[in-house]
């Protein structure tokens, strides 16, 4: 996790209980203050623009907050650059594609188009008239008012009851930062902004839990799937499996496992098919013995039949055969799919490789790779893929979002088919767990951290977070499911969520159009009464049209004749005006190619200096960047607790930042990195040296012998005492 969700999850310690015994309003609330980027600790007035951005007006300068990271403007000493007027900015309004804000000094102009400050004065631009907002009040989605006071915290009035909830910073379950609080907002998605004197800005996310059901609290859920007959197979990390009818109120049936169960399926002969991580293959209850492949993420079934297993190491595996064993990452299979013509989709830790079940077992190499490297994926670890009811394939990108592409792809190559979509978009976050399908066609996509739902014909985002617990709104991978009910099932890390579209689809509709959407002149039409005659040509409104077109036909023949003769002396004129135009065109055409000319000899030379510029910096920061991760690996070599989050926070950065960073600039993940640092210093020792082979393991953080014979055979292709046989020999 990133250093972000893990300062919520500090902040949310205290809210693990109701807010108070009668109150109704639950949320979760974010303080984010100038540790966190921000200009300056006391907020005046806060506002999102309509790219969704979030300004902030502070007493020392002016934030701009983009869900991730803050950017602050100030006061320019350059006085021939066009700046922030005053630092003492009071409030921002948008209008025309311009952002205005009042300052103690007088207004300054920012173009959200251009992304910079603008003389709004020489440009003869008038400052619009500001709306006069209650920057101490709003009303939530819910219908809740919320009133922030100077110095006596905050107040929920419930419309509907009458009852009213007072916090503050004594609040026994839910106390705020401070009690003196200067404005509040509510931005498009429902978070409600509450600007403090001196202690930042509050972020709350109010919790929505109608229409959701909760299920075995305390249990980390990895397996979640349909087997059939209305039966929902449900498996936790302590290995334990047990079958449910679908509305899960009669257990049929429970199994404990050594290992954990990764997924299940019902072949069409009835056989129920279940995989391990580390404990093979299981059917009908029984270990198959025969299993030569032992972490089992994913199977199918394709339409001929044919069993196909996907395994986290060994490759894809139909028949006794393994597929795309030509390297590491492509041997790690999380999800396979298949899509309307019987076509196959594997989601690997390098990317996603498409293909017909029949023309692969003739021809291992005959498929579709989608990967970063031919351009069409944003990240090759992809977590999960699915397939919705129109055959459009969802790609969950780790760290990126996801891509969203018809399967028909496969058949024309068209990269313009592909979208992707990253919290830019409004996605709730980049790491994308798993997707389900509602009856309405929206799809519900678990990540990290929150739902979103998708509505695949608008493109938009609604978002979600059900829970004051924050392991409840922390989804597992490839663990969600559609009911045959309608409801959606999700796996988190303490326990199921049942969701139920309905409740939250209200008033939604997964279409681009509709006979209310219709707009003439971007007004409504109005609905009226529609006549269907079978003769409509006898119909006395038909006969008023021919009288209509007859006597318009009589004066447009009569004003023809009458302006002949004008007409043909015009059409002479504006000939010779053609022929003088024609003329002029061709030397503004001459001039102009010679201005492209000399600007792109300009542009070519100025690209050339920033290339040469940018490509020092990069390999300087690249250097410095893989200097400080070989010390921390380094250092922290023998600390087997040494995890990837820790590594992220010794490098000072947030856990998807650092994961992108390092997979950019050495080709692995944090954690493989990690891993193979310690390998071959393992591989330095055990040929330096007499030192055992468990102590070696240990020197290099590893505490699990076997662990650490199978992941050193992975990369030297030997055993530890095989290498040092080798070495000595050599």
């Known amino acids: 996790m990133s250093n972000r969700i893990i300062h919520i999850i500090t902040l949310l310690a205290s809210l693990a209980f109701p807010l108070s015994a009668n109150a109704d309003t639950e949320f979760q609330l974010?303080?984010?203050?100038?540790?966190?980027g921000l200009a300056n600790n006391t907020v005046r007035h806060i506002m999102q623009d309509t790219n969704g951005r979030i300004w902030i007006c502070t007493s020392n300068g002016l934030s701009l907050y983009d869900g991730t990271e803050f950017k602050n403007f100030h006061p320019l000493r350059d006085k021939n650059t066009i700046s922030l007027n005053d630092q003492r900015t009071k409030q921002a309004h948008e209008s025309d594609g311009m952002l205005w804000i009042q300052t103690a000094r007088n207004y300054s102009c920012y173009d959200l188009k251009k992304d910079c400050f603008i003389d709004f004065e020489n440009k003869k631009i008038k400052i619009p008239t500001f709306p006069k907002l209650n920057t101490q009040e709003i009303k939530d989605r819910q219908g809740r008012t919320w009133k922030v006071t100077e110095n006596d915290g905050l107040y929920i009035f419930n419309n509907h009851t009458g009852e009213t909830e007072h916090f503050t910073t004594t609040s026994k379950n839910n106390p705020l930062p401070t009690n003196a609080l200067k404005c509040i907002y509510q931005d498009n998605e429902g978070t409600i902004w509450i600007g403090t004197d001196n202690l930042g800005i509050s972020q709350i996310k109010v919790v929505q839990n109608d229409g959701v059901k909760y299920m075995f609290e305390g249990e980390n859920i990895r397996l979640l799937a349909n087997i059939g007959n209305d039966k929902i197979s449900v498996g936790n990390r302590?290995?334990?499996?047990?079958?449910?009818?679908?509305?899960?109120?009669t257990l049929l049936s429970s199994v404990q496992r050594v290992k954990n169960t990764y997924c299940a399926m019902l072949d069409k002969d009835g056989n129920l098919w279940e995989g391990t991580k580390g404990d093979g293959l299981y059917i009908n209850g029984a270990q198959a013995q025969d299993s030569l492949f032992r972490e089992i993420y994913t199977m199918l079934q394709d339409k001929n039949g044919r069993i196909w297993i996907g395994t986290f190491g060994e490759g894809l595996v139909h028949n006794g055969k393994a597929y795309f064993t030509e390297d590491y990452s492509s041997k790690r299979i999380r999800k396979i799919i298949s899509d309307r013509t019987g076509n196959l989709w594997v989601a690997t830790s390098n990317g996603v490789y498409a293909f017909s079940p029949s023309r692969i077992i003739a021809n291992h190499k005959d498929y579709t790779h989608l990967c970063t490297e031919n351009d069409i994926l944003y990240s090759n670890e992809i977590r999960t893929i699915f397939r919705d009811s129109n055959d459009n394939i969802y790609i969950a990108e780790t760290g990126e979002g996801f891509a969203m592409l018809p399967s028909s792809y496969l058949n024309t190559k068209d990269s313009k088919t592909i979208t992707h979509y990253t919290t830019s978009d409004s996605l709730i976050n980049n790491m994308v767990q798993s997707f389900a399908e509602d009856k309405d066609g929206f799809i519900w996509?678990?990540?990290?951290?929150?739902i979103s739902k998708f509505s695949p014909s608008k493109k938009t985002?609604?978002?979600?977070?059900?829970?004051?617990?924050?392991?409840?709104?922390?989804?597992n991978e490839n663990c969600g499911i559609s009911l045959p009910d309608g409801r959606i099932a999700f796996g988190t890390n303490n326990g199921l969520i049942i969701i139920t579209p309905s409740v939250y689809n209200q008033g939604e509709k997964n279409t681009q159009i509709s006979a209310d959407d219709i707009t003439v002149n971007g007004q409504p039409v109005k609905r009226g009464i529609i006549y269907v005659v079978s003769k409509w040509w006898k119909s006395p409104w038909a006969i008023i049209i021919y009288i209509a077109i007859i006597i318009a036909a009589v004066l447009i023949w009569r004003r023809i004749r009458r302006n002949n003769n004008r007409f043909h002396k015009t059409i002479k004129e504006l000939n010779i005006k053609k022929d003088k135009l024609i003329a002029e065109k061709e030397?503004?055409?001459?001039?102009?190619?010679?201005?492209?000319?000399e600007k792109e000899e300009i542009k070519e030379h100025y690209s050339t200096e920033v290339k040469i510029r940018r490509d020092a910096e990069n390999n300087a920061f690249k250097e410095e960047f893989i200097n400080?991760?070989?010390t921390i690996a380094n250092r922290e070599m023998s600390n087997s607790e040494f995890s990837a989050d820790d590594f992220a926070e010794q490098m000072g950065m947030g856990r998807t930042v650092f994961f992108n960073k390092t997979k950019s600039i050495t080709g692995y993940s944090p954690k493989e990195y990690l891993k193979l640092k310690r390998i071959k210093k393992a591989a330095e020792l055990i040929s330096t040296t007499t030192m055992s082979i468990g102590e070696i393991a240990i020197i290099v953080g590893i505490d699990d012998p076997l662990y650490f014979?199978?992941?050193f055979k992975q990369e030297y292709g030997m055993s530890p005492t095989e290498w040092r046989t080798h070495s000595t020999t050599a």
Not at 30 to 36: C, G, P, R
Not at 445 to 450: H, K, L, P, R, V
């Open 709 to 711: 014979s199978r992941v």
């Open 30 to 36: 974010m303080q984010l203050t100038t540790a966190d």
């Open 461 to 475: 985002f609604t978002n979600y977070f059900f829970s004051k617990n924050m392991l409840n709104n922390v989804y």
């Open 587 to 597: 030397v503004i055409i001459a001039e102009k190619e010679e201005i492209i000319a």
């Open 238 to 249: 302590n290995g334990e499996v047990r079958i449910y009818d679908h509305s899960f109120t």
């Open 628 to 630: 400080k991760l070989e």
């Open 445 to 450: 996509i678990s990540t990290e951290f929150g």
